[in-house]
């Protein structure tokens, strides 16, 4: 078995999920007591976040480079950033690296190819949604048509992460809020949905809407799932 190094803690809500769902995978691949062989450098959020909303990319980029860094000194074979908005600086960590990064939206883009999905929604922070790194790397590398939501339901989208859900605070008005935005990307023709941030997967599941939901963070656990049970 491979060893996985997280990049966590963006926020460790998402990231304690992202935990689990390695382990559970795992354990059902090769039953018995096995658990996921895992190292995990866990950033504040408070730092992180700051930098994100003043602008300072290249900052925020530099302390993952470094925590990536030491991932791989301590024996990591490969690299997760447990987030999708800090994807934003994968090149940054990948430059920083001898092992491999295994990327979010590859994982999730792939798995929307083989579902026969072309067309597709995109929820998640502000960053996300509106910058390229993410959507572009959709577009550019597997031919996906994305959608997004309009501008007040993305800062609605945005707001409800930092306030809420990165905080572990799980409200039924924000569930139908979110549950509004994917009706009305649905609308508009979006076959499914990308639930762009890993802490969104806490709020809404699919048994709270008809639209195909293409959860990020149990897409990229699972990816990282079969890298790390794949032969060297």
Same mark, same amino acid.
């Given at each position: 078995? &491979?060893? #996985?190094?997280?990049?966590?803690?963006?926020s460790w809500e998402s990231t304690a999920h992202y935990y689990r769902l390695i382990n559970e995978g795992i354990k059902e691949a090769l039953g018995g007591l096995h658990s996921g062989k895992i190292? @995990? /450098?866990?950033?504040?959020? *408070?730092?992180?976040?700051?930098? =994100?909303h003043q602008g300072k990319w290249d900052q925020a980029g530099q302390v993952l480079a470094n925590a990536a860094r030491s991932l791989e000194l301590a024996g990591a074979d490969g690299v997760m950033i447990c987030t999708n908005t800090m994807h934003k600086v994968a090149p940054v960590v990948e430059q920083a690296l001898s092992i491999p990064l295994l990327h979010i939206a590859?994982?999730? *883009?792939?798995?929307?190819? &083989?579902a026969g999905v072309s067309k597709v929604g995109l929820m998640g922070t502000a960053f996300t949604m509106e910058q390229d790194f993410y959507k572009g790397r959709l577009?550019?590398?597997y031919a996906l048509d994305v959608l997004i939501p309009d501008d007040l339901q993305r800062t609605v989208v /945005?707001?409800? #992460?930092?306030?809420? @859900?990165?905080l572990g605070s799980i409200q039924d008005a924000s569930r139908?809020?979110?549950?509004?935005?994917? /009706?009305? @990307?649905?609308? =508009?023709? *979006? &076959? *499914?949905? #990308?639930?762009?941030?890993?802490?969104?997967?806490?709020?809404?599941?699919q048994e709270h809407v008809a639209t195909p939901l293409f959860d990020t963070t149990a897409i990229h656990a699972a990816e990282v799932v079969r890298w790390m049970l794949e032969s060297n």
């Open positions: 078995m &491979k060893t #996985i190094g997280m990049l966590g803690g963006m190292l @995990l /450098h866990s950033v504040d959020f *408070a730092e992180i976040e700051q930098l =994100q590859d994982a999730t *883009a792939q798995a929307l190819v &083989k577009v550019e590398k /945005h707001d409800i #992460i930092y306030n809420e @859900l990165c139908q809020a979110y549950i509004d935005i994917i /009706h009305n @990307l649905t609308e =508009q023709g *979006a &076959k *499914a949905i #990308i639930l762009g941030c890993t802490e969104i997967g806490l709020l809404v599941q």
